[in-house]
């Protein structure tokens, strides 16, 4: 039995705790030893598999005495005992901190670690430590698994040339659903994600306070959870300032998004940067018809190919995104169309492929380790 240990900070709601959640459990029920070693525990994570090993590697109470370089190293430290004492045939990394230790603590054992990137390198791969950790760590990956060719090209040629483009899977729960007629939506703009701030949900509700001015019969419903970087409180200061608390909805977190969502008029998505965003991929495979920013590194036109699946708009440009909002609702032949062709991406990108494309990587890595 082949053993994986998956490594990254916690399995808080977000992009890449949620695919570790799905990958450890399916990998488990195809006969894998999967383990999930983490730094910390959330207060509000996902559930995994209960064939998979959750394991702290995080800091002692002792060690958070420590000072901040210390406990950088005790952090390594403490994942290298625990891989030293599993001995996995594999390590796969998730996020920026945690591909750095991963190929820290392997450093003299025979274990393939298998990097992952998940966010818009720019502005999170380029300061001065990345300079100094990237060509020396990053070549000792046996693979990294990216999310779009932009994310890609942004590193070494190393680490381009032994690499993979594999999307998010989507849950089972959003797949296979009917599709609402058009006489059964709701007047409801929607969109799901964490309230923080680069999702940049500000720059929704000023567009669809536009949007509202000429259709006041519909709303915008935001699910997601607080994330408690102050964006929550913005947005609030937001919707009072436009009176808008009647239209404007903080529907908070949500574990039924597949019911919640699939009869809105229109999905809308905002963000400044993502690396291949879970809530676009979730609401296309809905069959609603979304529009999202052309934001980098290309996650969101990775999936849409623009008036064909999908509509995409410039990034923070709010007349553009109420425009297509407005074109969505007043055009519904086109929303219909629209959603009928996005709903396709569950084939691209159903749990069961993306699993497939892990898999066949990884274990061409093992063949060649």
Not at 51 to 71: D, Y
């Amino acid at each position: 039995m082949k053993k994986i240990v998956f490594h990254l900070n916690c399995l808080e709601r977000g992009g890449a705790e949620r695919v570790v959640a799905n990958l450890s459990g399916q990998f488990a029920q195809n006969g894998y030893e999967v383990y999930i070693a983490t730094q910390w525990q959330g207060a509000d994570e996902y559930e995994i598999d209960p064939r998979v090993t959750r394991v702290h590697v995080g800091l002692s109470e002792k060690q958070e005495k420590h000072g901040r370089i210390l406990k950088y190293a005790d952090r390594i430290v403490n994942l290298r005992k625990f891989l030293k004492k599993t001995k996995p045939d594999i390590v796969i990394a998730f996020a920026r901190l945690a591909n750095y230790r991963a190929l820290a603590a392997t450093i003299g054992t025979n274990i393939p670690v298998l990097i992952s990137v998940r966010i818009n390198p720019v502005g999170f791969y380029d300061f001065l430590p990345d300079k100094i950790q990237i060509p020396l760590l990053f070549r000792r990956a046996a693979g990294c698994v990216f999310q779009t060719p932009e994310q890609r090209d942004f590193f070494p040629r190393f680490i381009r040339k032994k690499s993979r483009i594999i999307l998010n899977p989507i849950g089972s729960q959003f797949i296979g659903n009917p599709i609402p007629a058009d006489k059964d939506r709701e007047k409801a703009v929607v969109h799901s994600g964490r309230l923080v701030d680069f999702k940049n949900q500000l720059l929704l509700i000023r567009a669809f306070v536009r949007v509202h001015e000429k259709h006041p019969d519909y709303v915008l419903k935001i699910y997601g959870p607080d994330s408690f970087d102050g964006t929550r409180e913005k947005l609030e200061a937001l919707i009072d300032e436009k009176n808008a608390r009647d239209y404007v909805l903080l529907m908070g977190g949500s574990s039924s998004l597949e019911k919640d969502m699939i009869c809105g008029a229109v999905a809308a998505f905002s963000s400044d940067y993502e690396g291949m965003p879970n809530a676009l991929l979730e609401a296309m495979a809905l069959g609603l018809p979304v529009v999202a920013t052309d934001c980098p590194p290309g996650g969101p036109r990775m999936v849409i190919e623009h008036e064909k699946n999908g509509l995409l708009v410039p990034v923070n440009d709010e007349e553009a995104l109420a425009g297509a909002i407005n074109r969505l609702i007043e055009d519904r032949a086109l929303a219909a169309r629209l959603g009928a062709e996005a709903a396709k991406i569950s084939k691209r990108a159903g749990a069961d492929r993306i699993f497939e494309e892990w898999k066949d990587y990884i274990e061409d890595i093992l063949k060649k380790a």
